[in-house]
């Protein structure tokens, strides 16, 4: 027994697998990228484009095209140094050809060559080849043009000079390998996103994107002089400016080059990004504390020296962090040479010596603006008293909303339907719209690890009210509750929390699911739920923990037969079907309004059942497109929601009148 057990469990060096050159990361692209699906595909666009951003940041390239190809390709071409073409002396092969076969080789590791780079993960051009079908690079270097073929990462042809040149720079070519993702069709919008973005990161750098696939070109260029100024001047585009001038901090010299741009506006909601290296540091980290430390500090110190804090008589204002960043829109952009990443996304930078470093440039830039600009700096304290007021005002109902969490389920709200199971990781509350589709959820769902929590009308619109309103809205009071992990507030300027502060650690489910109708109305109230948490919760949506619900459009019906479709073009394929496999039945075919309209165990098969149902987990993909569009929708600008609307309204597939 114990030798056939030995044999059967033997592990030896032939066990042992050695993945040679990038099979790797075929074997297991999502190490690389993220993920096969549109994530992944995009990524791969990102990680060619990064390289011609560093040869910029280098102060080598000042211009950049990436075009969209009729065949499914794509070409980045920028005008930097080009990629060495020279013989690699360790490898004995050229310098392009190791580039682009082996993992983790390039300039970037050499210091003299790149002092700072971009690319979250550094894996770089070599991936991409890994991951395409066919990549071919062309480099103009030396009067000449190289040019080399590969295929799923190997060469396919030997590096040949194809004519002569009298420009610099590299053509990256390459066609996604479609036996490795789930789709190989690239969306204009993400990366135009994307390059819009890199355009404000590096001001004077020119970025032209064509799609080429269809016969009406399309054709944008991005290229800012004001670079952050006009970074912010974008975001706060549909917000009403509480001052016209924006603030500015530069420190480009210093071993970490600071440059923050901020702007306040009328509205209650703060807005910051930070970037590290260009990357889009959506966790924060040590350069968000220190920008929030020098900013609390600054604005506590100058309104003290210039005696700015008028209250009452009898009234007593200490203002926090939280009251400086009401309405504020802001972008830190640091470069760092080794960043460190941590966090759930790998996108929080954990460099200790940043905190101090971004502390002081701001400080510093702050105080110089403000002396220079005593306007600015009376509206901002001015704003903050008013934000300290409100603050001030919701307190008690927060602190009750704080007490009835912490007392567990005795205190919870009457309307919940809770779950027996007490293990948040086991355990998922579904939001829904309306008492009758909550009665429907509380009969059909599954007592032991679903809550039902039935919310009454459209919530509070988190976007344009302030934090006193919000908390005593009772939809909102009972939202909170449920949850149990509390609300608002990210912490101070150290990063530390209040006991009152959202602390994901007490969240009582890990699943929180809203499951609204699938009409306008149902829309609408989920818009506002999401604004509420994004602007509030953000860490539930970063976490991953929020969800909406897919209810399906229509029940179709042939004789027994009963199936759900959940939008028209499934309806269409499941009613043609229906009428090849049996003429003479007729097919009944019912429109859901609502939820409401589904019995119990209707909701439950469609709905809420984790064998069958359908879930979208809510991400922040982009958070400047993210941000700029709650501003749009849910936002003061009435003007911009009407542009919005118009623009939009062609593609509305579901409009019920």
């Known amino acids: 027994m114990t030798k056939d057990v030995q044999e059967k469990s033997s592990y030896g060096a032939e066990k042992i697998t050695v993945l040679k050159g990038l099979e790797a990361v075929r074997r297991r692209p999502a190490m690389y990228i993220g993920d096969v699906g549109k994530r992944g595909l995009h990524h791969l666009v990102y990680e060619v484009v990064d390289n011609s951003v560093d040869e910029a940041l280098a102060g080598e390239c000042t211009k950049i095209d990436v075009s969209l190809n009729k065949d499914g390709s794509v070409s980045v071409e920028d005008n930097g140094r080009g990629i060495p073409v020279d013989m690699h002396k360790e490898e004995k092969r050229p310098a392009l050809e190791v580039v682009m076969t082996m993992l983790h080789a390039g300039g970037k590791f050499d210091k003299g060559s790149y002092k700072v780079s971009g690319g979250l993960h550094g894996v770089g051009v070599s991936v991409?080849?890994?991951?395409?079908?066919?990549?071919?690079?062309?480099?103009?270097?030396?009067?000449?043009?190289?040019?080399?073929?590969?295929?799923?990462?190997?060469?396919?042809?030997?590096?040949?000079?194809?004519?002569?040149?009298?420009?610099?720079?590299?053509?990256?070519?390459?066609?996604?390998?479609?036996?490795?993702?789930?789709?190989?069709?690239?969306?204009?919008?993400?990366?135009?996103?994307?390059?819009?973005?890199?355009?404000?990161?590096?001001?004077?750098?020119?970025?032209?994107?064509?799609?080429?696939?269809?016969?009406?070109?399309?054709?944008?260029?991005?290229?800012?002089?004001?670079g952050l100024i006009d970074f912010v001047k974008y975001l706060d585009s549909n917000n009403l400016p509480l001052h016209n001038k924006v603030v500015t901090v530069s420190k480009i010299d210093a071993e970490v080059p600071v440059e923050v741009a901020l702007r306040y506006s009328s509205g209650y909601t703060e807005n910051i990004l930070t970037f590290v290296n260009n990357i889009n540091t959506i966790e924060g980290g040590t350069h968000l504390s220190g920008f929030r430390s020098a900013?609390?500090?600054?604005?506590?110190?100058?309104?003290?020296?210039?005696?700015?804090?008028?209250?009452?008589?009898?009234?007593?204002?200490?203002?926090?962090?939280?009251?400086?960043?009401?309405?504020?829109?802001?972008?830190?952009?640091?470069?760092?040479?080794?960043?460190?990443?941590?966090?759930?996304?790998?996108t929080k930078l954990g460099n200790g010596d940043v905190k101090g470093i971004v502390d002081a440039a701001v400080y510093e830039g702050l105080q110089d603006f403000l002396e220079e600009n005593p306007s600015v700096g009376r509206k901002i304290i001015e704003k903050a008293v008013l934000a300290a007021r409100s603050r001030s005002a919701a307190r008690k109902a927060r602190e009750l909303i704080r007490r009835k969490s912490a007392l567990g389920s005795s205190t919870l709200p009457g309307k919940l339907a809770d779950c027996s199971n007490r293990d948040p990781a086991m355990c998922e509350l579904y939001l829904v719209e309306g008492d009758s589709a909550g009665g429907s959820a509380k009969q059909g769902r599954d007592r032991r690890f679903q809550a039902i929590l039935p919310l009454r009308g459209k919530v509070i619109n988190a976007e344009k009210a302030r934090i006193d309103k919000l908390l005593s809205n009772n939809e909102i009071q009972t939202i909170i509750t449920a949850i149990g992990a509390g609300f608002g507030g990210s912490g101070d300027d150290t990063g530390e929390r209040s006991a009152a502060d959202f602390d994901i650690e007490k969240l009582r489910y890990h699943k929180i699911i809203i499951m609204t109708d699938a009409d306008v109305d149902g829309s609408h109230i989920r818009t506002l739920l999401l604004t509420f948490f994004y602007r509030k919760m953000p860490e539930l949506i970063t976490n991953g923990n929020m969800y909406l619900a897919m209810p399906p459009l229509y029940k179709i019906k042939q004789g027994k037969k009963e199936v759900y479709a959940y939008d028209e073009n499934e309806r269409e394929t499941i009613v043609s079907r229906m009428q090849r496999e049996n003429q003479n039945k007729i097919i009944n075919l019912q429109r859901y309004k609502g939820l409401g309209e589904m019995n119990p165990d209707q909701l439950w098969t469609t709905t809420m059942d984790p064998e069958r149902r359908t879930l979208l987990l809510v991400k922040i993909a982009d958070a400047m497109e993210a941000a700029t569009t709650f501003q749009e929708l849910m936002g003061n600008d009435v003007e911009a929601r009407r542009t919005f609307i118009e623009n939009n309204a062609k593609f509305v597939s579901n409009l019920d009148i």
């Open 128 to 226: 991409v080849n890994a991951l395409s079908e066919l990549l071919i690079a062309e480099v103009h270097r030396d009067n000449k043009i190289y040019k080399q073929s590969y295929s799923r990462g190997k060469v396919i042809g030997k590096l040949e000079i194809a004519g002569k040149s009298k420009k610099t720079g590299t053509i990256i070519t390459f066609l996604p390998d479609s036996q490795v993702f789930n789709t190989t069709v690239f969306e204009f919008d993400i990366i135009s996103d994307r390059l819009r973005e890199l355009a404000y990161l590096n001001s004077g750098l020119e970025i032209n994107f064509i799609d080429n696939r269809s016969d009406e070109k399309i054709e944008e260029q991005y290229k800012y002089a004001g």
């Open 295 to 346: 900013l609390t500090r600054g604005l506590n110190n100058y309104a003290a020296k210039n005696n700015l804090f008028k209250t009452n008589k009898n009234e007593s204002i200490s203002l926090s962090g939280e009251d400086f960043r009401e309405g504020l829109t802001a972008v830190v952009s640091i470069k760092v040479a080794e960043p460190q990443f941590e966090g759930q996304t790998k």
